[in-house]
């Protein structure tokens, strides 16, 4: 091949022998090693895209995770429970009584979340006496919170069985979710005075605050009278145990139980003031 710098006539090499120019070949034909250095970078191009692109949508989550939040099937069943239980405890509030005569088993749910609400702030409410009386020392968490807590959800419980247990004695026909669907609903205003005692209370207004947790225990010992004489207990000729015996029976266990939340509290607080002093 003639070199068309200087002319002289050369082999196949790439560079010229007597001027060192390339040759036409190695202008028009790139080695393969260039060819390879393009391939890499364009390798590493599409890499820095995917770790771009990547990037992104990993800020895009880290921006939105309440929308990601919301994709997720059990958050939207507690949100959906959640308003039809609000739905529920305003018109259960307004008329309990009515309300609970149309109630059906699928309500079962809403009774089982009324009656953890009322344990809830029961304790809520203890532990709001024990730290005020406690002069900034604390309150134990066990006495003040966990037994109250305990105490109620307990008393909350016998009161459905009582309920249940006296259908079941004069053998009238009654499902259990339907009994705790009615008992649960006439409990929604003793929620509602519970946690206005709870608001009061952190206002210091104490004595108001006290009347309407004595009212809201008074609420629950009433629904379950009330749950009973709606099934037609009184009605039964072939009763083992008179009626009469038995809500007395039934009403001196409930009010044991209530006596028992309220002097759990008591001791308590007394036993707060008792520490903050010593």
Do not use: W
């Not at 393969?32 to 990547?54: K, L, P, W």
């Not at 609970?100 to 709001?128: D, E, K």
């Amino acid at each position: 091949m003639r070199c068309e710098n200087c002319g002289y006539e050369n082999g196949q090499g790439a560079y010229c022998a007597e001027c060192g120019a390339a040759s036409r070949r190695r202008i028009t034909n790139p080695s393969h090693a260039d060819s390879n250095e393009e391939a890499r970078f364009s390798t590493q191009d599409g890499y820095r895209d995917s770790v771009t692109r990547g990037g992104q949508v990993a800020a895009e989550g880290r921006a939105n995770p309440l929308q990601s939040l919301g994709q997720n099937e059990r958050v939207q069943q507690a949100a959906e429970v959640s308003r039809q239980y609000l739905s529920f405890f305003v018109k259960a509030l307004i008329r309990p009584y009515q309300t609970m005569r149309n109630v059906q088993p699928a309500h079962a749910l809403h009774s089982y979340i009324t009656m953890s609400l009322i344990s809830i702030l029961t304790a809520l409410f203890s532990m709001l006496v024990l730290n005020r009386v406690s002069f900034g020392y604390g309150a134990s968490f066990m006495s003040g919170f966990m037994k109250p807590l305990l105490f109620t959800g307990i008393t909350l419980l016998v009161g459905l069985a009582i309920v249940y247990g006296m259908t079941k004695l004069y053998r009238t026909k009654a499902d259990f979710k339907q009994v705790a669907a009615g008992y649960g609903t006439l409990l929604i205003p003793s929620v509602a005075s519970i946690l206005l005692a709870n608001l009061l209370f952190m206002v210091h207004l104490t004595t108001l605050s006290l009347v309407l947790m004595g009212i809201a225990f008074l609420i629950a010992f009433v629904a379950v009278n009330i749950s009973i004489f709606t099934y037609p207990v009184l009605q039964k000729n072939h009763q083992t145990v008179d009626v009469t015996y038995a809500l007395i029976i039934a009403n001196l266990i409930l009010f044991y139980l209530i006596y028992k939340i309220v002097s759990s509290i008591v001791m308590s607080v007394l036993g707060g003031m008792m520490a903050s002093f010593l």
